[in-house]
């Protein structure tokens, strides 16, 4: 039976942002998995985790998707906590990876090809308050042309770095003005069975 790791990067923030839209996406996601017969393993990041553990469950996985709101253009604080505490975990025991793959004997090798975790796929669900209009169009200011792939690869570098193939991401934009949360809910197991069934 194939593994899906489920991991929400939600920080609560009281009476201005609850979590109920990563919940939402994060239960979606679990009901598709258990549907198409995967056992699906989960991490609240907010409720705590062991380092240790959670490189047990990433070793585990076929499959890692991380639900995150986009809080100043990245993931809540917590989720780099996180990141820090689990990579570092995984890089001391040698099951991420081993080194960065450079080598003193073979200087053909790139940085960025140490990693162990072939075979697992990654892929990034979120939420942001910027509109879609804003990506992939150089007369935006903002972003001037790069797509949410560029604005996060601060986050899948770190999978890329092990190893890991990176699968496209899935958006829910504009969530606070003009956004349409329950067709990007309705849609998400469709991007879903795209990329892993």
């Known amino acids: ?35 198409n017969n995967f056992e699906v393993l989960e991490t ?21 998707i991380l639900q ?9 604080w917590i989720y780099k906590k996180y990141v ?11 099951k991420f990876l081993s080194g960065d793959g450079r080598t003193r004997e073979d200087l053909t090798r790139q940085y960025g090809t140490g990693g162990k975790m072939q ?6 669900c979120s939420t ?3 509109p879609k209009a804003s990506f992939d169009d150089p007369q935006q200011l903002l972003f001037e ?3 949410t792939a560029d604005v996060l690869i601060q986050i899948t570098s770190n999978y890329r770095f092990c190893g ?13 003005k003009d956004g349409d949360i329950t067709r990007d809910l309705e849609n998400y197991p469709i991007h879903l069975k795209e990329k892993f069934i």
């Open 128 to 130: 942001w308050n910027a």
């Open 1 to 35: 039976m194939k593994k899906v790791l489920l991991i929400n990067t939600h920080l609560t923030y009281p009476n201005w942002s609850e979590g109920l839209l990563n919940d939402a996406f994060q239960g979606t996601a679990k009901e598709f998995f258990i549907a």
């Open 119 to 124: 075979g697992k796929q990654f892929m990034v």
């Open 68 to 76: 995150t709101p986009i809080n100043w253009f990245g993931a809540p």
């Open 164 to 176: 890991v193939e990176i699968v496209g991401d899935y958006n829910c934009f504009d969530i606070f």
């Open 84 to 94: 820090d505490e689990v990579f570092n975990s995984g890089l001391h025991s040698a």
């Open 44 to 64: 609240k990041v907010e409720d705590g985790y062991n380092p240790d553990e959670e490189v047990e469950k990433h070793m585990q996985a076929d499959i890692i």
């Open 145 to 147: 042309g790069r797509s």
